[in-house]
C-alpha cells in the first residue's frame, strides 16, 4: 500500500521535502504529520477535498471535525460577504452586537452557560476554565482522564496518548509527559483519572480532594466513546459533594453529537464549558463559559465587587482572573458560527441519518468479511475500531487492532477515501448517501484485498 500510495501522490511528497527546510518535520503542527509523508491539499467543495495530485477524497477528516457544513457552505460564504459588506473592515478590537446575539444562541443551546467569554482555539478555552476553576476553589490541581485532549500546555499535556509501559495500573493511572519541555519539577503533574470507572474514581478524587481545583473531562472520549450515563451523573455528583469544579470539555462534541452537545445529550450540568471546533464554522474560535459566579471572576469589575463582599481576597486589579486577546470575539468568525447554527437547526437529523446508514453499512460489511470490527459513536462522529469488545476507555482502543487499521486507511487514501490514519470520522451536512456508497465500495476492495472474498 505505501508504494501505491507515493506513486499515486508524487506532488505531496515532493511539497512535503520542501516544507522540510521550512517547518521542522515538514507540518505546522504535529498531528498533520502521519507516515509515509501527509496529502497536501489544495481545494475543498461541499464533501470532497483535492489534493496536489489533483485526486479527489471524500473527506470525513473535515479539519478534524471543524467543517460540519462541509467545505465552501454558499450561505457561510453569503454571511461573511454580507458582514463585509456592512462593516466595511476585518476587526474592530472593541465590542460588537454580534457578540451578545450569538452569545444569546448559546446560552440557548446549553444552559449550564450562563455567561461566556469568546477564544481563539480549544486549548485557549480550556486554558481559561482550568485558571477559572483554581482561581474560584482557590485550589491548584488539576484532575484529566487518561486518553483525553485538552490542547497543548503544560496543565494538560499529560497522559492523552501514553505507552502502556509507563501508564501504570488501569484504576490508578500515572501521569505521563506528553512533551518535553514542561518543567514538572516546577507544577504539579495533573492527578489521571481511569474513564468509565467509577469506583475508582471516587477513591482518587476523595483521597486528593484538598487539592483538587476540578476534574475535565471530554465527556465523549475523543469525541466518540461515550461516558457511561452512569458513570458521568455519578461523577457529577461526586465532584460537587467534594466542592471540586467539574469541566466538560466539548470541543469535539459541541454540535456534533448533538447540538447542545453533551449536557444535553446526558441531560448532566457542568460547572463550566469549552466549545470550539464546529462552532467557529472552520475559522479559529473557543467560547469557555458557565456559571455565573465563577466566570464572573474575569469581569473587569470583579476585583473591587468581590472586595467589598468577602473582605481581603480579592483587593487588587490583579485579583480578576486575566483574560484577553486582540481577536477574541472577530466579528467574522461570529457570522460563521450564527450561520453554522441556523444551518445546523434546519439540517443536523439528516446529518445523524447519514451517520447511521454509513455506521451500519459498514458493520454489515466488516461481518460479511469475516473482520471484527464496532463503529463507536454517536450522532456525527464514530470510530472504526478493529475489536470484539466493548470499547470503554483508552486502554480498551489501544487493545483493538491499531496496525491494522492503519494500513485500511493508507489503503483507502489509495482509494479515495481521506482521514488521518487512525483518526475519527466526522460527516457534514455535504455528505449524503451518495458518499456513503462510494466510501462502502471503497471498504469492499479494500477489505478484499486484504481478507479476500
Ligand atoms: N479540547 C478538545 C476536546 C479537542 O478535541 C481539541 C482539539 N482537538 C482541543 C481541546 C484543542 O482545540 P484547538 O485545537 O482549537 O486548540
Redesign the pocket.
Known amino acids: 500500500p505505501e508504494y501505491e500510495y507515493t506513486v499515486k501522490t508524487s506532488h505531496s511528497k515532493a511539497w512535503i521535502e520542501q516544507a522540510k527546510q521550512v517547518m521542522p518535520g515538514g507540518v505546522t503542527a504535529n498531528i498533520k504529520h502521519f507516515a509515509p509523508y501527509p496529502l497536501v491539499m489544495k481545494k475543498g467543495k461541499g464533501a470532497f477535498i483535492t489534493d496536489v495530485d489533483d485526486r479527489q477524497y471524500v473527506d470525513y477528516l473535515l479539519a478534524?471535525g471543524a467543517l460540519m457544513l462541509g467545505h465552501g457552505h454558499p450561505e457561510m460564504k453569503q454571511a461573511i460577504d454580507e458582514l463585509l459588506a456592512d462593516a466595511g473592515t476585518f476587526l474592530f478590537g472593541a465590542p460588537h452586537p454580534l457578540e451578545v446575539t450569538f452569545g444569546q444562541e448559546i446560552q440557548r443551546l446549553y444552559p449550564s452557560i450562563e455567561r461566556l467569554r469568546y477564544t481563539n482555539?480549544?486549548?485557549?478555552a480550556?486554558l481559561l476554565a482550568v485558571r477559572l476553576a483554581k482561581a474560584y476553589t482557590n485550589k491548584t490541581r488539576l484532575a484529566k482522564f487518561e486518553g483525553h485532549?485538552?490542547?497543548?500546555y503544560n496543565d494538560v499535556l499529560y497522559s492523552v496518548n501514553p505507552p502502556l509501559s509507563e501508564a501504570g495500573p488501569a484504576d490508578v493511572p500515572c501521569a505521563v509527559q506528553e512533551s518535553m519541555g514542561i518543567q514538572e519539577k516546577e507544577r504539579e503533574a495533573p492527578l489521571i483519572l481511569p474513564f468509565n470507572n467509577l469506583a475508582a474514581c471516587e477513591r482518587l478524587l476523595r483521597e486528593h480532594q484538598a487539592s483538587l481545583a476540578a476534574v475535565i473531562i471530554?465527556p465523549l472520549q475523543g469525541?466518540f466513546i461515550p461516558a457511561t450515563p452512569g458513570f458521568i451523573t455519578g461523577l457529577r455528583n461526586i465532584t460537587k459533594k467534594l466542592g471540586i469544579l467539574l469541566i466538560f470539555?466539548e470541543?469535539?462534541t459541541g454540535f456534533r453529537i448533538t447540538l447542545g452537545g453533551a449536557e444535553e445529550w446526558y441531560q448532566v450540568k457542568p460547572d463550566l464549558t469549552?466549545l470550539?471546533?464546529v462552532i467557529g464554522g472552520g475559522f479559529p474560535f473557543?467560547i469557555t463559559g458557565g456559571r455565573k459566579e465563577i466566570m464572573e471572576l474575569t469581569s473587569p469589575a470583579a476585583g473591587a465587587d468581590l472586595f467589598e463582599q468577602s473582605g481581603s481576597r480579592f483587593s487588587r486589579a490583579k485579583d480578576v482572573v486575566f483574560h484577553s486577546g486582540t481577536y477574541n470575539g472577530h466579528p467574522l468568525i461570529l457570522a460563521a458560527g450564527l450561520k453554522t447554527i441556523e444551518v445546523l437547526q434546519r439540517e443536523i437529523d439528516s446529518v445523524f441519518a447519514v451517520t447511521d446508514t454509513l455506521k451500519q453499512e459498514l458493520e454489515a460489511l466488516f461481518k460479511r468479511k469475516g473482520v471484527p470490527m464496532k463503529a463507536v459513536g454517536t450522532g456525527s462522529i464514530f470510530n472504526v475500531v478493529l475489536t470484539e469488545h466493548d470499547i470503554l476507555n483508552y486502554r480498551d482502543l489501544q487493545a483493538s487492532d491499531l496496525a491494522i487499521r492503519k494500513m485500511i486507511d493508507l489503503l483507502l487514501l489509495n482509494e479515495g477515501i481521506y482521514t488521518k490514519p487512525l483518526n475519527r470520522y466526522s460527516l457534514s451536512t455535504a455528505h449524503t448517501e451518495r458518499e456513503v456508497e462510494r466510501t462502502i465500495a471503497a471498504y469492499d476492495r479494500v477489505l478484499s484485498r486484504l481478507v479476500g472474498g
Not at 149 to 152: K, P, Q, R
Open positions: 478534524y482555539s480549544g486549548t485557549e480550556t485532549y485538552h490542547g497543548g471530554e469525541g470539555d470541543v469535539k469549552t470550539g471546533k473557543g
